[in-house]
């Protein structure tokens, strides 16, 4: 009997061995699959499934995800039955592609009676990883890591790439890391061939901002908060190195055997030594401690010879030709100490080059320049200090000195330069061939010092105060074909391009019957002109500065420009020599244009052809046109109204030429010519019965139609004397108060709106 139950037994034990050995593989197979979906809310499949007493190892694993797809060739499992755990997961060869950032699964979510209760070790070898979104790829590796306890990842990735569409490019041929995963912290990397291209330069900027804390608009972190810092990133005491790393600009590799290596020493306290060798001869090295946090540094920063584009990047945004080969060498030492920030050192630029439209109409190139001086920042006050500074370029030098409050309230500047007395060919040719354009044959003999010294407050606008001191001892010995002056003592050619990209062109000049001697205009236009546009133009050397401060001062109270400081010297320069556009080139070649006229010509040769040349209206220029045009007169018998008139126009005269289109002059443009009227008379300009003749004129003010002749056949009352040579004298004398230097230059007003015009200033 028992021998019969023996067998009966060992029957079904081979019996249910057999059924196990048939279905427990599938068995298990399809559990397993059920448990990966269950844990992961992914479509999970598997090709084959081997079985051991500790060991599950699976061939061909392929899983569907919401945020990608991955496809593992072998991975095995280290299992307890028993305690229904996995302790180990290892897997090798495979692909993963990730196409978005999966939603995180709340703790204990989707935990039912699998076989994962721990977190198991994991170890991964040689899969190809690939990250894209909607638009595309974005990076790929092959990875290699180690996971252990869930928490300590040690990874290596090869052949990094990122896709072009990245900016900065960031590729690394090997990356070795250690990260805890719980406190989301780096233990320890290394880069090995790190290449930069910053050709994507303000992300790289933005990027760099972010993990300082010093942007704004910080991206988000992998884990859906606000990006951390680099400092964050770091476990305090660890390292990050770079090894043999590159930077490329548009002409390849820029620097290369680029070392680095980056500690946190203990909050967001770092650390970072680096060195680098730039393309052909020179050297990059840096030993800096930094608070991140609080934005302190402290060591020495060398440069030499080192192209720009390795640190624009690290720069404000400014407008730089990319194709220049420009080169920066730099010896600077930063100290930190609480709130206050000490540095020392030099900086060289060679070969810079600039390129935007309020520069030059072209690129700008060849520019060098050196700095060197000393100073501090106060960062609580925001405050920063020049104690001593020395600008070089070509053989010119200046010396700076100030202090700057810039923070968001409120910016303050006391600022004061210096062009060190050395000879005038040395000053103006250290500027920049390419914002000369046209001037580039004009030398000069002699010296020249000069200074200047600006203070300006934004709470305080009315206080502005600038003050310039100029020892001129020069002398022009060559010009160029565009500043020719003798052109004028003849007939000419006047050609203007009009707003509408139209060309007006005119043949005037000596002789011409739309020339005008200074003899054969009326005194009274030409002390309404003085007054309205340039009061000290008889005593001034081109240039006004009292006009230059109250222009700046209501530029920074609108916060915009609406205002410049031109004198008649300058306004004419800008009709006869330079075309309309608003850059720093013709500003410098306006300058020095002026320059040259207020030291080639007397004020009765600059006064004439302004009023000859310049502009009263639609394709009206020259005061015989305007004449004729608005009164049917000769410029000679203009009376006081009229040359009144013709004065006030003259911040833009085609937005004023609708009264004349009109027939008439509005109600409010009279009150303002009275005004004028009365400012001509106070100031000794006109005699009283000129103002009174002028006042009853323009209640009954008439415009020329067809060239008719209108307004008064006899001019009543009397002008003042003018020292200008050839101009009439008064019809009647009198002993006004002469004007004198403490008339201010009137600021012109831009927009050309007759209603926002706010008077004049003499």
Known sequence: MKRRLFIAGAVALVGVAAVAALLGPRYARSRVEELL?????????????????????????????????????????????????????????????????????????????????????????????????????IA???????????????????RVATSERLHPQLRSASI????????????????????????????????????????????????????????????????????????????????????IELARIAGSRLRTVGSGEPRGAGVLRWNLRIDAEGGEADGPVELENVPLGVITPFLPPLPLDPRADARVSAALSVRTEAARVDFD????????????????SAPVDG????????????????????????????????????????????????????????????????????????????????????????????????????RFSIDDRCRFVATPALADLDRFRQPFRHEVLEPDGSLFSMVTGPGTDAWSSIDAISPFLVHAVLAHEDASFLTHRGFAPWAIRDALIRNLRERRYVLGASTITMQLVKNVFLRREKTLARKIQEVLLTWWIERSWNKTQILELYLNVIEYGPSIYGIRSAAQHYFGRDPADLSAAEAAYLAMILPNPPSFHEQWERGSISPSFRRRLASFVGLLEQRGRI?????????????????????????????????????????????????????????ATRAREDDGSPEGWEGWSE
Do not use: K
């Open 37 to 137: 979906v269950e844990r992961s809310g992914c479509e999970v499949t598997i090709d084959g499934l081997d079985l051991g007493l500790r060991t599950i190892e699976l061939v061909g694993v392929h899983a569907q995800c919401s945020y990608g797809a991955a496809e593992l060739d072998r991975v095995e499992l280290d299992v307890s039955w028993i305690g229904r755990s996995v302790s180990a997961i290892r897997a090798r060869g495979g692909r993963v592609a990730l196409t978005s950032r999966p939603e995180r699964v709340a703790r204990g979510e989707g935990r039912g009676e699998g076989l994962a209760r721990r977190r198991p070790d994991v170890a991964l070898d040689d899969v190809d990883v690939s990250i894209a979104d909607e638009a595309g790829p």
């Open 140 to 158: 790929e590796a092959t990875l290699s890591l180690r996971l252990v306890g869930g928490a300590r990842l040690t990874l290596e990735a090869r």
């Open 176 to 259: 070795e890391a250690t990260l805890d995963l719980d406190a989301r912290v780096v233990l320890d990397a290394t880069l090995d061939e790190l290449v930069v291209e910053p050709n994507g330069g303000d992300a790289l900027e933005e990027t760099v901002r972010a993990w300082l804390g010093r942007s704004s608009s910080r991206p988000a972190d992998a884990r859906g908060g606000a990006h951390r810092h680099v400092w964050e990133l770091l476990a305090e005491g660890a390292r990050v190195r770079v090894t043999h790393g590159a930077v490329h600009d548009a002409d390849g590799a820029a620097l290369t055997g680029l070392e």
């Open 345 to 360: 050192g030099r900086v060289n630029v060679t070969g810079l080059g600039l390129e935007s439209p309020r520069i030059a």
């Open 367 to 466: 520019i060098a320049f050196s700095l060197e001086g000393r100073g501090a920042y106060e960062r609580s006050e925001h405050v920063l200090t020049l104690d001593r500074g020395i600008l070089r370029m070509g053989r010119a030098q200046a010396t700076l000195s100030g202090r700057a409050l810039l923070s968001e309230e409120r910016f303050a500047i006391d600022l004061s330069a210096r062009l060190v007395d050395g000879p005038c060919e040395d000053a103006v040719h250290a500027i920049p061939a390419g914002l000369l354009q046209g001037l580039e044959e004009l030398h000069l003999d002699g010296r020249l010092g000069a200074s200047v010294t600006l203070s300006v407050d934004s709470a305080r606008l009315d206080d502005t105060a600038l």
């Open 687 to 743: 005699d009283a019965d000129a103002a009174e003749a002028a006042r009853a004129e323009l209640e009954r003010f008439a415009f020329s139609r067809a060239g008719e002749r209108v307004g008064p056949e006899v001019t009543a009352g009397s002008w003042a004397p003018l020292p200008i040579e050839g101009l009439r004298a008064p019809g009647e004398a009198f002993s006004p108060d002469a004007p004198g230097d403490d008339d």
